[in-house]
Structures are given as C-alpha cells and as structure tokens.
C-alpha cells in the first residue's frame, strides 16, 4: 500500500513539474514573463541598458539541420538614454520593411519573411511599451516542409501566452 501511494505522489510530482511553467526575471525582477519548461535557455544577459534572454524551441522536423526556432526577449530601461536610443532605433528600422502589423493586446507584432541561407523563415517582431521599460519579442520560425500542424498551433499557443505573461511592475 506504501510503495502505491508513493509511487502515486512521484508521478503526481512528476507530472506537474512538466506542465509548470519557467518564470524568469528581466530587470532586476522589475519585468516577469513565462515560458514552457521545454523552451532551452540559450542566452541570458542581464545588464544596462538591456536585459535578454534567448530560447531555442524543439521542433522535430529541424533535427539534423543548422535550421532553430528560437525567441528572444530584450527589455530595455528607457530612463537611460542609450537604451531609448536603441528601442526607438528598432522601431524605426521596422517602419522601413515591408511586413504585415497586427495589434493583439498592448503588443504590435510585425510579421515578415526573411531567409537564413537555403532556408526561408517566418520572423515576428512583437513590441510593447510599459512605463519605464520598452520590450521586444522576436520569434525566428524556419519554414520546414516536415514541421507539422500540431507541432505549429502548440507553438502558437505557447507564443500568445508568452507575450501574454509579461508583467511590469513600476519601479520605486
């Protein structure tokens, strides 16, 4: 009876540990987002004027190519004059491509093909102000002809929420 109940916590400890989302902090804790716990961390750089942090997300169809979906979060401390330079520089630079401008919320996501090598992808510039900071999610997607449907709508659920979670909280 023991081993039956112990064996039953364990997979119930297992099983919320895969479903529990990773919190991660920019900003000296001052910018909150969350991501799913199969998104691998693979840059993280906390400093001023910005803060990033870089995800690769698995996707079947890229294993054994130089081809990654990843996304990046940069917040910015627009109090300090180079880091308002620099987001209003990436604005700007979006305003001279040509992309589709959806607003979703406080975000506007700018979506545009661009290639990496052989290979097209579809990129999503999403920005967001929030007094005192300027934050930008980027998401690199390869185009992959073995990318499948169920694997592309997880991601864009996973995405919504990600853009969704990020909180701000106002600096003393």
């Not at 130089?66 to 109090?79: G, Q």
């Not at 694997?151 to 909280?169: A, G, N």
């Amino acid at each position: 009876m023991k081993a039956t109940i112990i064996a039953f916590l364990f997979s119930l400890v297992l099983s919320v540990a895969n479903t529990a989302e990773n919190v991660i902090h920019l900003q000296d804790e001052q910018v909150s987002l969350r991501c799913p716990p199969s998104w691998i961390i693979i840059a993280h750089k906390l400093g001023s004027p910005s803060d990033v942090i870089g995800f690769q997300i698995h996707n079947p169809a890229d294993e054994g190519s130089d081809d990654s979906t990843n996304l990046s979060v940069v917040a910015w401390d627009l109090r300090q004059t180079e880091a308002m330079l620099k987001f209003t520089q990436a604005l700007l630079e979006h305003e001279k491509q040509k992309h589709s401008v959806k607003q979703v919320g406080d975000w506007a996501i700018n979506t545009w093909n661009d290639k990496q090598g052989d290979t097209p992808y579809e990129i999503r510039d999403c920005y967001r102000t929030a007094k005192p900071f300027g934050i930008h999610v980027r998401l690199a997607i390869p185009k992959l002809s073995k990318t499948t449907k169920e694997w592309y709508d997880k991601l864009e659920t996973d995405f919504k929420k990600l853009l969704e979670s990020i909180t701000v909280k106002t600096p003393k």
